[in-house]
Each structure stands twice: as structure tokens, then as C-alpha cells.
């Protein structure tokens, strides 16, 4: 049996000799990873009149910690937060049960039409989001969508990386012979599809859905023409309260910008365990 | 032909779908196979139509319009703006800024991402912390990150040319020079989606049997082999999807551009120009919708064209 | 809004641009006070609630505040604010204001705005307002700035681009100039430049002897431009007898006004695109002298409290003068409450209100029958902003659509004609590059139809 199974078997490892090497590439890498976060967090530290120093300082001269709470009375950011978690998490839902359905029923099925379909859903993600904006906002104005949850979760509601990621996967990862198996036993194939697909792909479930979530949290310019009224803002918005004409209140943004990122990063972070525990533990494979 | 079993659950269907079957001349799997596919399919495409498919066919429609966002007169006018792309210096600049942009980030990033991901599927430990700062980027808005890009990159005091003086390299005007200014945006933009890449590759390493690495191992094969022979072709599904999805978005780029060179009173404005910021500024600047919307039909055959030909190239087996 | 918060809660400690705008705005208000009580007509019983969209996030404080003080003399008014960076809020009108979706009040570029005016899609001013316009509240041009097709069109509510020469006192010392004695002419400016433009042991320009607008998206270059071309004689484009349009710097003033940009960056070196530049390289003392708007002096409290400077008008050549760009505010077609938007938004430019848009946002107001001395008094640095020389011109953009495409296309080969160093000391380079410039200029007047050279 394998003692450490790799991407390129034992030998490369062997040759290379330690997990140190690999550690220290890792950790290079890491550091200009994080190098722009580390200045935004240090920016955040900063009171006004040392976001414009020349030399630029990394560290704070005078550290203060009043931004954050300055940014949290500037703006309703825990009503903007409940919001952006509403709607991403809407978004999100929708994305995976749109995207496994039919990422299942083009990657195991033929049927007059596939291809064509399947271009279409292809093509329809690659025409730029900006060009049919105002087309899909007068869609959602005689909706009557304008300033609801609905409408602006709308167009994160559906991902054809989604669907194509899950076609990927399930055409490639889960034998025939265990649908056909499956069959014999009298499943119809919607129980097929709940009990045996589902449950084989939380995978790549967890990783989709950690995009589809960023892709609503991160949205900008969609938000911003369907909320009519403060009380619908998401938290990346927030972020323009702190933007003007032509300067920005950098240290106060930073705050802004932080308070953002890390609810996602957490997200990120208790998501990602999961998908690695699941992998380990599907025994399916091979 | 396999039949299901017998059961009273079978049985009252059986008159209605038997006929049914015996119009469309095939047999009861067949048969419910494509019952769930089309019924299934019909909730998605709907979300599609209404979400995507519609505004995008009145996006297309636009194009062959003189349509001004708000003046009355909108005249159709065939393919008069198709036309007029073709001899207009700022789209055929933007196409070859574009183009260069995305050769180079999704090689890049493809590349890195994967040479990261191969690392840590050797069961290494803190891969999930690893896999976490990685992705900070991913997830960080735009905005703050720019502004955090433009430091770096400041030609007197960034820390980037601050690094490069220790090898004697004299300072470069990361953004302020045309000639280097795309190489600044194009490092960030890897930077960004990097550890994007590296997350789904990794999905896909770990997602490979290890009974195929043993099998290839008790043949003798290892290292940089074994990676070709069996990790590459078996990776080909989630690679395609990488490539893609790294090629769809590099295409589209246009929130590091904007927000970098809007603000900056020092960014050069042609050598950035790509194609979906010409989109915008036809559109929502000079309000020449019909234009803007006939450059958008393009670039999308463009990617479309790319995708294709990327499908064909590194072809996910069977399909 | 940081600012007001940060006066309450912020333990930094010295002058915060905050408290001293605080300062200024009570001596301000209590001067202004005096003559604003008036009876004021109540509009109705019913409580009417006003939606506002800004496109510049620091007016919203204001607005607010200003909301407040309206709804002490009309009961049941309730504002709402919504705002939002210019672009996107750009934006959001274009595809709120066909669809009846829009707000009650909002401020935006008149760019904007005439399309939508172009569109039918904006109400011309009501007499009441027209009549406030034609006194001497408003200055001749600025109505003619927000007029087209002979109907005028939003209350000028603030001032969006007039420039004042802003330069670092101590440099000046340092450097043997007398900063009692600023640069009046744009000879002395870069004889002034010359001086102060400080390099470091290698040749490379560490400081700017005045910082100029070299490159960016959008218009500005070409707007900054603007300032240097109109005192050297010439305008972006000039109308001729017939109404018709042509462009109005192919000539002697192009050229030379080119020719300072060429030679400032190339043959003096009093600027380098490789430094930061514009205000925060003002505030961060990278510069010596720059030419931009009010609202730096808000940013040099804020954030440079200790840079010494002083402001000057903009130097003359052939003429002198200064620009004006009038941003309003627009009451929507689709509004229910007519009357009291249009009350509204007349309050916000009433002259009390002026000194508190004045001392809680930093930007100006476009009156010019406010009494300001307060204010200058604590800081008068306002002043070339707020009191205009007799003899000093000032001028607008034409009210034409196809304006911002113009001024934009133009500002894309500026920036390039800029960074070549070949035009120095090459008259018939520079003239080649006008030129080329122009005829592109004229072609976008011909495609509008408004081309003509008589």
C-alpha cells in the first residue's frame, strides 16, 4: 500500500527529499498571498492622518482600534451583513440544486437536443454580465422585483460553471453500472438522482457552493441599481459609503473591507473542512 | 432490456405510460429516462430564459440598432455596428490588450495553481490553513485590494521594486509606464485568482483513486511519468473546467482595470483598455447601447470560439 | 460622515477637519442666522417623505442634516438619502429614471442630465425656481450652463471644478521665493516650478515642482488641460456666428499650451509621472504647487494638518479666468410631490444652508450672494474660491451631448502626446499633434451634426 499518495507517486517526493521543500514553496507563496491583507489590516489600524504618509509605513505610528467601531456606527453594517447573508445564502441554495440537477442529467443521460442545450447554457456565461444588465432590470421591474431579496439575488441565482463543474464531475466520478444497479433495483430516476447522486457529490457540492456564495457576497453593481433604499444595501456596498469623489477615508475602507472579508473567510474555512473529511471518508472511490 | 420488478407501485401507471411508450416507439426506460430528463430540465431552463436567455437575446437585438439609452429616435440599422468595430482603433486595441492579458493569466494561473495543488495533495500538513490564505485573495473585495496593488506597485516606495533593488534592478514605473503597466495588472490579477485555481485543482487531485497510483507504481513508473501518464489524464475533466471558467473571466476582466486606473492620476490609459471596459464606456458613458451591445455579441464568439476549440484541444474523455 | 463621528468618538488628537469645519460652520450659522427668519409657507398637512440619491457619498451627512432643518418648519417631512461613487450611481439613474423607478431629488453630472432632458424625461425648471436663477443669486454663465434648447434645466448647487493655485509656503521659503508673492502669470509658474522641483542623488525627481495632470481615464486630463489652453487663448471647441461648433485649439494657444506640458515634464523636469501626484501628493508634501478645487483644503485638515500653503487664483497668460462646472439638483418627472421637491431642493442652495454644505462637505456652493467672511476668516485659503477678481473670466463647458466623448477621446491622445519626449523643442511636432488632435475633435461635431466653421 502506498504510504503517502501523491499527485506524482512517491518518487518525485523521494526526490525531491522533504515536505520541507514543498512547505517553504508553500510559504512563499503565502507571504505575497497575504502581503495586500496584511497592509489593508494594518491601514485599518491607522488614524486618519497616517493613511497618507510619505515614505508609505506599513505599521501604525499611533494604533487605534477606533475605526471599527466608527465603521459599525457610520452605516447599518449589521442590517447590510443580514442582508448580504440572506441573499447569498438564497443565491446559493439555487445555485446547487439548479446546477446538480442538471449537471446529473447532462452528464449521465443522452437525450435529442443535449449538445444544443448544453451550448446554450455554456454560451449564455460568457456574454458579459454588464451588456444585459438593463434589460434584466426592466425583467425585474415589471416583476415588481426592484428593492426585494428576490430580485437582487436574481442573477446569482443560477451558475453555468455550476452546472458544467457538476456534469464534470459526475460523468467522470460515478460508474453507469451503479445507476444501472440501481435500475435493476427498481429506482425510478428521481430517486436515483435524491438518494444515490446527491449524497456522492458533496465534493464537489461544498466547493460550488463556497463559489456561488462568494459570487453574491461580492456583488456590486447589481445591488446597487436594484436597492432603492438603504435598508436593502449588502455589505460590499458599504464599502462605497467610505469612497468619495475623489479621495477615500482609507483607514476607515480597511475597516470596512476587513469587517467584510472575514465573515466569507470563515465561511470558507468551516467549509473546506467538511469537503476534505467527506472526501476521506468516501470509500466509493476506486 | 431490463425490466423493473414486479409490484403493485408498477402496476396502474402501466396502461397510460404503455401507450405512451408505444407512440414514441421505445421501451419503458427509455422512456422515463427522458421523462426526468426534460421534466428536470425545464425549472432550469426557465430560470435561464427569464434570468439570462431573454436579456441576453434583447441585448442581441440591440446590436443591430442605432440605439441611444434615452433618445427616442433608434433606428435599426443592420450590421452598420459591426462594421464600424472593425475600423475602430479603441475595440481592435482592447482585442489585442485582451487577448494578452488572458494568455498570460490563465497560463499563469493555471500553471501555479497547479504546481500549488500537486504540492498539497501529498498529504501535507496545514493544508487547510494553506488552502485558506490562498484563497484570501479570492474572496477579498476588489476595492481595498487595489488600493493595497497600487502601494506595492509605486515606483519610488513599493515594495515591490523595494524587493527587486536587492538584485540591482532600478525602479519601474509599475503603473505609470505603458509599456510595464499591463505586466502590473496581469500580476494581480493571478494573484487574485490563484488560489481559486489551486482549490478546484486540488478537488480534482484528490478525487483520483490512489489504486491507480499503486497500479502505475508496481509498473515501475514515478515522479515526473507518473504525473503525465496517469495524474494529467485522469485531472482532464476539472483541468478543462479551470481553463475554461480562468478563460471566461480573463476575457471579461474589468473591475481590477477600472478600479486601478479610475482613481489613479497616473495609470496609462490605452496599453490597460480592455474589452469589456470599452463595453462600459460606449454603454453607460456615451450611451451608444447598439454599439456597445454589438462588441459584447463579439467578445462572447470570441470565448465562445475559445472554449470550443480549448474542449477540443484537451478533451475530457467521451463527450 | 466619518467626519462628524470621528469629532464625537475619536481620541486623535489636534485639529480634525472636523472640528475645525465645526468651528467655522458656528460662527458661520450664526452670522447667516440672522436674516433667514422668514415665514416659510407649509406645504400641505400631509406628511410627505422625499427619496434623494447623491452620486457623492460625503454630501450625504449634509443632506440629512439639511433635511432635518427643513422638517422644523414643515412638519411631517421625512428625507431619505441614498448614495453611492458618481459612476455607479451614473448608472443606477440611467436605469432608474426611464422606468419610473428613480428618486424625488438627485444631483448629477449634467452630462447625464441632458441626455435625460434629450430624452423628455426631465422636467424643466418651474417659474419659482427660474426666478431665483435670473437674480442676482446666479452668475449669467452658470445659467447658461444648465440651459439647452433654450430651456433651463436643475438648480446649480455646487461647484464642481473651479480650480485655485494651491503651493507649499515653506518650499517657497526654502527655495527663495516669497510667499507673499505667488506666481501670477504661467511664465513665473514655471519659472517657479523650475525652482522648487526638488531630485535625488541619481537625477530622479523626488519632488514635483508642480504637479500636473499627465495621465487617467475619463475627461479630467483634458479638463486640466483646459486650464493652461484657456489662459494661453484658446477653448476645446468654439461656437462660430451660426450657432454651429468647431474646435478651438488648432492655433497658437494649442500649441502652447502643449508645449508647457511638454516642457515641464521633458525639458525642465518639474513633474514625472513616476511620482504620485494630484492632492495626496500635495497632502504628502511630494508636491509644491497644484492646480484643483476647494475640497483638497478639507483634505489637508484631515489628513496633512501640518503642510503649510496658501492659494492663489489660477496664473494668467494671454487671459485670465477660471472654470466652472455646475453640479444641480434635479427633481425627477416621476415624482409625487412636485412642489415640495422643488421646495427642497431650493432650500438646500438657500444661503444658510450654503455655509453648512460649505462647512460640513469642504465643496462650494454656486451662489454668489452669501456672505462668506466667516469662514474666510478662519480659513482663508477659501478665498480665490469663494471671491472672484474683477477682470478674472470664467467659463463652462457647452451644453452638448456629445461633449464627455469628446473632451474624453481627446484626453486618451493628450496623455500620449505627454509622454513623448520627441516633442521637445519641436514646434512642428506639437503642431502635427494638435492638429491630429482637432481634426478627431471635429469629426465626433460632424457624426453630432453641430459641425460648422461659420
Known amino acids: ?100 440537477l442538471a449537471g446529473f442529467i447532462f452528464g449521465k443521460y443522452e437525450f435529442p437536443g443535449k449538445r444544443l442545450l448544453f451550448l446554450v447554457i455554456l454560451a449564455s456565461a460568457m456574454f458579459p454580465f454588464e451588456t444585459y444588465m438593463i434589460p434584466l432590470y426592466l425583467t425585474m421591474k415589471s416583476l415588481g422585483w426592484i428593492n426585494t431579496y428576490q430580485g437582487i439575488a436574481a442573477p446569482y441565482m443560477i451558475m453555468s460553471f455550476g452546472i458544467f463543474l457538476m456534469r464534470q464531475h459526475i460523468a467522470h466520478s460515478i460508474p453507469e453500472d451503479l445507476l444501472d444497479a440501481a435500475r435493476v433495483d427498481g429506482a425510478s430516476e428521481l430517486k436515483i438522482f435524491l438518494r444515490l447522486i446527491v449524497p456522492l457529490c458533496s465534493s464537489p457540492i461544498g466547493a460550488l457552493g463556497i463559489l456561488a456564495f462568494i459570487q453574491a457576497w461580492a456583488a456590486f453593481i447589481w445591488p446597487l441599481l436594484m436597492a432603492t433604499h438603504r435598508s436593502m444595501y449588502m455589505m460590499e456596498l458599504g464599502l462605497s459609503t467610505f469612497q468619495f469623489r475623489y479621495t477615500a477615508d482609507y483607514h476607515l475602507l480597511s475597516a470596512a473591507a476587513i469587517l467584510n472579508t472575514v465573515p466569507m473567510l470563515i465561511a470558507f474555512i468551516i467549509l473546506r473542512r467538511r469537503i476534505i473529511e467527506s472526501v476521506a471518508l468516501t470509500g466509493l472511490k476506486g | 432490456m431490463v425490466e423493473p420488478s414486479a409490484g403493485s407501485l408498477v402496476a396502474p401507471a402501466v396502461t397510460l405510460t404503455d401507450r405512451l411508450c408505444g407512440l414514441l416507439r421505445m421501451n419503458r426506460l427509455k422512456f422515463s429516462k427522458y421523462c426526468f430528463c426534460y421534466l428536470g430540465l425545464i425549472p432550469v431552463f426557465a430560470i435561464y430564459w427569464v434570468l439570462r436567455l431573454e436579456p441576453i437575446a434583447r441585448t442581441f437585438i440591440l446590436s443591430f440598432y442605432d440605439w441611444h439609452l434615452i433618445r427616442p429616435l433608434k433606428p435599426f440599422v443592420g450590421l452598420a455596428n459591426y462594421y464600424e468595430m472593425w475600423s475602430d482603433d479603441n475595440f481592435l486595441l482592447a482585442l489585442r490588450n485582451t487577448t494578452l492579458f488572458a494568455v498570460f493569466v490563465v497560463g499563469a494561473s493555471v500553471v501555479l495553481g497547479l504546481a500549488l495543488a500537486v504540492l498539497l495533495a501529498g498529504n501535507l500538513r496545514l493544508t487547510a490553513a494553506y488552502q485558506a490564505i490562498y484563497f484570501l485573495p479570492v474572496i477579498t473585495p476588489m476595492v481595498p485590494m487595489a488600493i493595497a496593488w497600487k502601494w506595492i506597485f509605486d515606483a519610488r516606495y513599493g515594495i515591490l521594486n523595494y524587493s527587486l533593488s536587492w538584485f540591482g534592478v532600478q525602479p519601474i514605473g509599475w503603473l505609470t509606464s505603458p509599456d510595464v503597466a499591463m505586466w502590473a495588472i496581469i500580476i494581480m490579477s493571478v494573484w487574485k485568482v490563484l488560489g481559486y485555481n489551486m482549490v478546484l485543482l486540488l478537488v480534482g487531485l484528490k478525487n483520483i483513486p490512489a489504486v491507480y497510483y499503486e497500479a502505475a507504481s508496481m509498473d515501475g513508473a514515478a515522479g515526473w511519468k507518473m504525473f503525465r501518464r496517469i495524474t494529467l489524464p485522469l485531472l482532464k475533466p476539472i483541468l478543462l473546467f479551470v481553463v475554461v471558467i480562468s478563460t471566461i473571466n480573463a476575457y471579461n476582466v474589468f473591475t481590477q482595470v477600472y478600479v486601478m486606473t479610475q482613481g489613479s492620476q497616473a495609470a496609462p490609459g490605452a496599453p490597460l483598455r480592455v474589452l469589456v471596459f470599452d463595453i462600459y464606456q460606449n454603454g453607460f458613458q456615451f450611451f451608444k447601447m447598439g454599439y456597445a451591445s454589438a462588441e459584447a455579441v463579439v467578445l462572447t464568439l470570441i470565448v465562445l470560439a475559445l472554449t470550443l476549440i480549448q474542449m477540443r484541444v484537451i478533451r475530457a474523455d467521451g463527450e | ?150 430651456k433651463v434645466y436643475g438648480i446649480p448647487f455646487q461647484e464642481g471644478s473651479k480650480p485655485a493655485l494651491f503651493y507649499n509656503t515653506k518650499m517657497f521659503k526654502e527655495a527663495g521665493l516669497d510667499p507673499n508673492k505667488p506666481p501670477a502669470t504661467f511664465d513665473e509658474l514655471m519659472a517657479a516650478a523650475r525652482k522648487l522641483a526638488k531630485k535625488d542623488a541619481s537625477g530622479n525627481l523626488i ?41 478651438g485649439y488648432d492655433n497658437e494657444a494649442g500649441r502652447a499650451a502643449l508645449k508647457f506640458y511638454i516642457d515641464a515634464v521633458h525639458k525642465y523636469q518639474v513633474d514625472d509621472t513616476k511620482l504620485q501626484h494630484d492632492a495626496a501628493a500635495f497632502v504628502s508634501e511630494q508636491a509644491a504647487m497644484l492646480m484643483r478645487e476647494a475640497w483638497v483644503i478639507g483634505e489637508l485638515k484631515e489628513k496633512g494638518p501640518k ?37 427642497f431642493a431650493q432650500f438646500l442652495v438657500s444661503p444658510p444652508m450654503a455655509i453648512l454644505h460649505l462647512t460640513m ?65 519641436n514646434p512642428s511636432g506639437i503642431a502635427k499633434a494638435m492638429k491630429d488632435m482637432a481634426t478627431q475633435s471635429d469629426d465626433l461635431l460632424k457624426k453630432a451634426g453641430i459641425y460648422g466653421t461659420d
Not at chain 1, 49 to 72: C, F, G, H, K, S
Not at chain 3, 410 to 417: D, F, G, Q, S, W
Open chain 3, 361 to 425: 462637505t469642504g465643496w462650494t456652493s454656486m451662489r454668489d450672494d452669501v456672505d462668506w467672511s466667516p469662514i474666510l476668516k478662519n480659513t482663508p485659503q477659501f478665498k480665490p474660491f469663494l471671491v472672484w477678481d474683477k477682470g478674472r473670466g470664467l467659463y463652462a463647458e457647452p451644453a452638448i451631448p456629445v461633449w464627455d466623448e469628446l473632451e474624453t477621446k481627446m484626453a486618451e491622445r493628450l496623455v500620449t502626446a505627454f509622454a513623448d519626449k520627441s516633442l521637445m523643442d
Open chain 1, 1 to 100: 500500500m502506498a504510504e503517502r499518495r501523491s499527485a506524482t507517486g512517491n518518487g518525485l517526493w523521494n526526490r525531491i527529499g522533504t515536505p520541507a521543500a514543498s512547505h517553504g514553496v508553500l510559504l512563499a507563496g503565502s507571504l505575497s498571498m497575504l502581503f495586500p491583507f496584511v497592509w489593508m489590516l494594518a491601514t485599518s489600524l491607522k488614524p486618519a492622518d497616517e493613511t497618507m504618509l510619505w515614505p508609505p509605513r506599513l505599521l501604525p505610528i499611533n494604533w487605534t482600534a477606533q475605526n471599527y467601531p466608527t465603521v459599525l456606527n457610520a452605516a447599518p453594517f449589521v442590517r447590510y451583513f443580514v442582508n448580504s447573508v440572506i441573499v447569498s445564502v438564497g443565491a446559493t441554495i439555487l445555485v446547487i440544486a439548479t446546477s446538480v
Open chain 3, 307 to 343: 503642510v503649510e500653503y496658501n492659494t492663489v487664483a489660477v496664473p494668467r497668460a494671454k487671459r485670465w479666468g477660471g472654470m466652472t462646472q455646475p453640479w444641480s439638483l434635479y427633481v425627477s418627472k416621476s415624482t409625487k410631490s412636485p412642489d415640495v421637491a422643488w421646495d
Open chain 3, 1 to 150: 460622515m466619518s467626519r462628524r463621528l470621528r469629532s464625537k468618538t475619536s481620541p486623535t488628537p489636534g485639529t480634525t477637519r472636523r472640528t475645525f469645519l465645526k468651528q467655522v460652520g458656528a460662527a458661520g450659522l450664526a452670522a447667516a442666522a440672522a436674516p433667514l427668519v422668514q415665514p416659510r409657507i407649509s406645504v400641505g398637512a400631509a406628511p410627505v417623505t422625499l427619496n434623494l440619491w447623491t452620486g457623492y457619498p460625503e454630501l450625504e451627512p449634509f443632506y440629512k442634516k439639511a433635511g432635518e432643518e427643513y422638517a422644523k418648519t414643515h412638519a411631517g417631512f421625512k428625507l431619505e438619502t441614498l448614495s453611492s461613487q458618481l459612476r455607479e450611481m451614473e448608472q443606477k439613474l440611467t436605469a432608474a429614471i426611464p422606468t419610473d423607478t428613480g428618486p424625488d431629488v438627485f444631483d448629477i453630472g449634467r452630462n447625464i442630465a441632458l441626455i435625460f432632458a434629450d430624452g423628455g424625461l426631465l422636467p424643466p425648471n418651474p417659474p419659482k425656481v427660474m426666478s431665483l436663477l435670473k437674480s442676482k443669486a446666479f452668475n449669467p454663465v452658470v445659467v447658461d450652463y444648465n440651459t439647452y434648447k433654450d
Open chain 3, 207 to 247: 519632488r514635483a515642482g508642480i504637479s500636473l495632470r499627465l495621465s487617467g481615464q475619463g475627461s479630467g486630463v483634458g479638463e486640466k488641460f483646459w486650464y493652461v489652453l484657456y489662459a494661453m487663448g484658446g477653448d476645446i471647441i468654439v461656437k462660430t456666428k451660426s450657432g454651429k461648433w468647431r474646435n
